[in-house]
């Protein structure tokens, strides 16, 4: 299986902030990356896919680079709503997994 | 509005069954491949099933395969997933979700449940 592994676990930031959380594959993935963003109690919702596509109803201000085993998501100009955790997903091959998740947490 | 619900969670104990269901509505549900999603208690999220728009391509995680079967009702909009033999370790929520893509699966899910939560626990 192919192992995702973010960092860092979790961040502390400001509103206004520019956030970056790293995404690793233990093997090449291709451009089969996504992001989700997840809130306390609440099913994830996808923000990215195939690495820097946004999905529809994202702010610009997410953005997402990389290609082959290192992935990036940018969140600039954080705004209160952006506090959660974010998960990379990788679907290059079955099974397809998770990174563990970055917490985003308020300065 | 596109949505998913699923239902059917609850406690059962260990070696137990539970069947979870998935409706969907407000999408041509036969058009899209599903994927069911857990997440235990605190911890990330853990892919476990996929099953083609047609329900003949199904794969499976390790960790539930040959315990877990997953299904489609096209007629009914609806997903399942029949879990037998259940652990304490299969404790989680439990999320149903739809691929982004209609025409190629991409493996990718932008529609999800609320989740269903089932504690395994004697």
């Known amino acids: 299986d192919i192992q995702m592994t973010q960092s860092p676990s979790s961040v502390s930031a400001s509103v206004g902030d520019r956030v970056t959380i790293t995404c690793r594959a233990s093997?090449?993935?291709?451009?089969?990356l996504a992001w989700y963003q997840q809130k306390p109690g609440k099913a994830p919702k996808l923000l990215m896919y195939a690495v820097s596509s946004l999905q529809s109803g994202v702010p610009s201000r997410f953005s997402g680079s990389g290609s082959g085993t290192d992935f990036t998501l940018t969140i600039s100009g954080l705004q209160p709503e952006d506090f959660a955790t974010y998960y990379c997903q990788q679907a290059n091959s079955f099974p397809s997994t998770f990174g563990q998740g970055t917490k985003l947490e308020i300065k | 509005q596109v949505q998913l619900v699923e239902s059917g969670g609850g406690l059962v104990k260990p070696g137990g069954s539970l069947r979870l269901s998935c409706a969907a509505s407000g999408f041509t549900f036969s058009d899209y491949y599903m994927s069911w999603i857990r997440q235990a208690p605190g911890k990330g999220l853990e892919w476990i099933s996929y099953i083609s728009s047609s329900g003949d391509t199904i794969y499976y995680a390790d960790s539930v395969k040959g315990r877990f079967t997953i299904s489609r009702d096209n007629t009914k909009n609806s997903l399942y997933l029949q879990m037998n033999s259940l652990r304490a370790e299969d404790t989680a929520v439990y999320y149903c979700?739809?691929?982004?893509?209609?025409?190629?699966?991409?493996?990718?899910?932008?529609?999800w449940g609320r989740g269903t939560t089932v504690t395994v626990s004697s």
């Open positions: 979700a739809r691929d982004l893509s209609v025409v190629v699966p991409v493996g990718f899910m932008d529609v």
């Open positions: 093997q090449g993935i291709r451009s089969w």
